[in-house]
């Protein structure tokens, strides 16, 4: 009698499947439907980290040597890892690390930091009533709560290296919220105001 979990297609793939990693994958989800689950979302969300040496994997780059990270059959990753910055009022850090020798800065945020600041919101893609910062940089706002706006008008500017645009509403009506203090440093896509 055959497992009411376990279907005909199942059975016919195990069968015939003459890839040894199919077969082990369709075996793993049978077998272990809960761990198989999970390591599929951890996958999802970090790639696959088996290629990763164990003690790199558990305790982490250590600063000043160099990690390979084997790839593929002739093709590895050399990485290090060079510095640590100090924790941003939003927790996060800015970690340089070496990828094959070339230098590259990443931001990470540092879950053991206790955070004051509210996360930033964030506009909704598609509606025209919000208005969002176009990239990261300093908003300066130049409206404030109840005024009438038109549409393509100047409701805000934003500075980034040194350079400054200006943010426009994409249609016209009531300012209802201001999502952000009269100057303030946002990232790409952060809620700038809400129009009625």
Wanted: net charge negative; charged share 25%.
């Amino acid at each position: 009698m055959r497992d009411a979990d376990v279907s005909a297609e199942d059975e016919a793939a195990l069968a015939a499947d003459a890839d040894p990693a199919r077969r082990r994958d369709t075996l793993n989800r049978l077998l272990f439907p809960g761990p198989t689950a999970q390591l599929a979302e951890v996958r999802e969300s970090y790639g696959d980290v088996s290629v990763l040496d164990t003690l790199d994997y558990l305790y982490g780059l250590r600063a000043g040597t160099e990690h390979t990270i084997s790839l593929g059959r002739g093709v590895q990753l050399i990485a290090g890892l060079e510095a640590v910055g100090d924790a941003d009022a939003k927790g996060m850090r800015t970690v340089l690390a070496t990828l094959n020798g070339q230098l590259r800065p990443l931001q990470v945020r540092d879950r053991a930091v206790e955070v004051d600041s509210k996360p930033t919101e964030r506009a909704q893609p598609g509606d025209d009533r919000q208005v969002a910062a176009p990239f990261s940089g300093v908003v300066t706002l130049r409206v404030s709560v109840g005024d009438v706006v038109e549409a393509g008008q100047t409701v805000a500017s934003i500075e980034a290296m040194k350079m400054e645009a200006a943010i426009t509403a994409t249609q016209g009506g009531t300012v209802a919220r201001l999502a952000v203090g009269e100057v303030q440093q946002t990232e790409g896509g952060d809620l700038i105001l809400v129009l009625e």
